[in-house]
């Protein structure tokens, strides 16, 4: 069975009631509203989540009677944690086709929410990585708020910043897409926004009324949808004056991951030598080799490429990890016994070779993402 049959089993899904279901798919006023619901495991995203989402997304893209998308996770921890990567690691120990699945119907997804045609709005609050990232930041709004929480923790567990991390982050200000996707830092609350990953920031005791007002707005324009969320802001006052937590490092970050390499950002860390530098040389320490590689020439060419040939390349990426062995060694150090002492199979930068790298980026033939 893969995961989502399991899943399936486990949880009988009932039209009549929402309890034991993992995704609720429900049209309020003129509004499709998405609620990830799985608050125990922080809303994780699942196969079987993708496969009810999906569909409807289409439908809704298309019915006239429905204006804007709204997405939201159950309880106040967590937006989308990410993926369930412990599936996903079982999975390709025994050559479960849930390894090829899942990239492909979730980057799928992704797609349809970067291409999708009215407003959609995700509200980001609490935990926000990885598939969370995914579900929010490829749609035209994402709403942080003082809970939200937002890291792209990839190349800790040998995979890279994916679901269109390589179309997005590049495209943030300067050099700090590269040195968010490198090093996995963490940003909260009103900095989501500013390094702009989020484009509000709102109190999160304000969602309530906020998601009302969204709702109720009839047949919106995607100026009206911005003004229901401007005006939210304006009265949302909490940590305003607070600054950037990487306002002292921007022009550090720019400088010292100005690059043609991994290996020239470790020289330019080690020379700068400030306590900064010195922080983000330990961090990149206890990343994957291969994941920091991969990563860096995924930042390098989706900086050039459509979302669409971004999803294809990462498809590549994601069945190259799944072939390799750090994404299975980072899963059963960070998640499974929770050492948090990889064993990284090439363990230094020098013997990630060149052909290893380009061979990740190869095209799967007739296997290759089609969008």
């Known amino acids: 069975y893969t995961a989502s049959v399991i899943l399936f089993l486990v949880k009988p899904r009932t039209m009549s009631s929402n309890t034991g279901k993992d995704v609720l798919l429900e049209r309020v006023g003129n509004a499709g509203v998405i609620t990830l619901n799985r608050p125990k495991i922080l809303n994780a995203l699942s196969l079987d989540m993708i496969r009810q989402i999906y569909p409807q997304l ?59 045609k009215k407003p959609y709005v995700a509200l980001i609050s609490g935990i926000t990585m990885g598939a969370g990232f995914g579900l929010s930041v490829h749609g035209q709004f994402r ?144 990343m994957s080799p291969t994941s920091l590689k991969l990563t860096f020439r995924q930042m390098q060419m989706g900086a050039g490429m459509s979302l669409q040939e971004v999803f294809v390349m990462e498809y590549r990426l994601s069945q190259a990890c799944m072939r390799g062995s750090d994404f299975y060694e980072g899963v059963r150090a960070v998640i499974i016994d929770k050492d948090q002492n990889p064993k990284w199979k090439p363990s230094t930068l020098a013997e990630v070779t060149e052909q290893l790298v380009e061979e990740s980026f190869r095209s799967l033939g007739d296997r290759d993402l089609r969008l």
């Open 58 to 116: 289409k439908k809704w893209e298309k019915d006239s009677e429905t204006d804007i998308v709204i997405i939201k996770g159950t309880g106040d921890r967590a937006f989308c944690a990410g993926g369930d990567i412990r599936s996903l690691a079982d999975a390709g120990k025994v050559g479960d086709p849930l390894t090829q699945d899942l990239f492909r119907e979730e980057y799928t997804l992704n797609n349809a929410i970067g291409t999708f």
């Open 143 to 286: 709403v942080a708020t003082e809970k939200t929480l937002f890291a792209m923790p990839e190349t800790a567990i040998g995979l890279f910043p994916d679901v269109g991390g390589g179309y997005f982050l590049p495209r943030l200000q300067g050099k700090l897409g590269l040195f968010l996707a490198l090093t996995g830092f963490r940003l909260r609350g009103r900095d989501v926004q500013r390094a702009g990953v989020a484009t509000h920031f709102v109190e999160s005791e304000k969602l309530g009324a906020l998601e009302k007002d969204l709702v109720e707005l009839k047949s919106p324009s995607v100026s009206d949808v911005a003004q229901v969320l401007n005006t939210y802001q304006g009265q949302s006052t909490l940590d305003a004056e607070k600054p950037f937590a990487l306002q002292q490092h921007t022009g550090a970050i720019d400088r010292l991951f100005k690059a043609s390499s991994v290996e020239e950002i470790l020289e330019n860390l080690q020379k700068d030598g400030s306590a900064f530098a010195q922080k983000q040389l330990e961090t990149l320490a206890k």
